[in-house]
């Protein structure tokens, strides 16, 4: 089981980047997913999650209206669309992937990570 995250670099503020995560090892569209963020010295932070079928979002109150995520259940990949991106965005972004069908910002829920992607966004 493996979650493939990619999309990550460097931007300036008020850029935009999307990233990608694929799942292959399961069944994806039976997975609840989510994208978390860790800055340097600091915890994990929830950011957006989704539902199995993509209809239901959350999202974290410091990304709502600037970040869109969504999911191409036919492709196994979900994507995080980021747009207006500040410095604080700035983190080593982790997609997470869980068996549902809670798909809140509890890292409990989630049982498979990906290896983390890097975006940084300079000021």
């Known amino acids: 089981v493996q979650l493939q995250a990619s999309g990550g670099g460097l931007v300036q503020a008020g850029g935009s980047l999307r990233l990608s995560c694929a799942l292959s090892?399961?069944?994806?569209?039976?997975?609840?997913m989510a994208w978390f963020r860790q800055a340097p010295g600091k915890a994990r932070d929830f950011v957006a999650s989704?539902?199995?079928?993509?209809?239901?979002?959350n999202y974290a109150d410091s990304v709502k209206g600037r970040f869109t995520i969504s999911r191409d259940n036919a492709e196994n990949t979900v994507y995080l669309q980021m747009n207006s991106l500040k410095p604080e965005d700035t983190a080593v972004y982790y997609c997470?992937?869980?068996?549902?069908?809670?798909?809140?910002?509890?890292?409990?829920?989630?049982?498979?990570w990906g290896q983390g992607t890097q975006v940084t966004v300079s000021s």
């Open positions: 997470a992937a869980g068996p549902g069908p809670l798909f809140r910002a509890r890292p409990e829920l989630y049982d498979v």
């Open positions: 989704i539902s199995r079928s993509g209809v239901s979002t």
């Open positions: 090892g399961r069944t994806f569209s039976t997975h609840v």
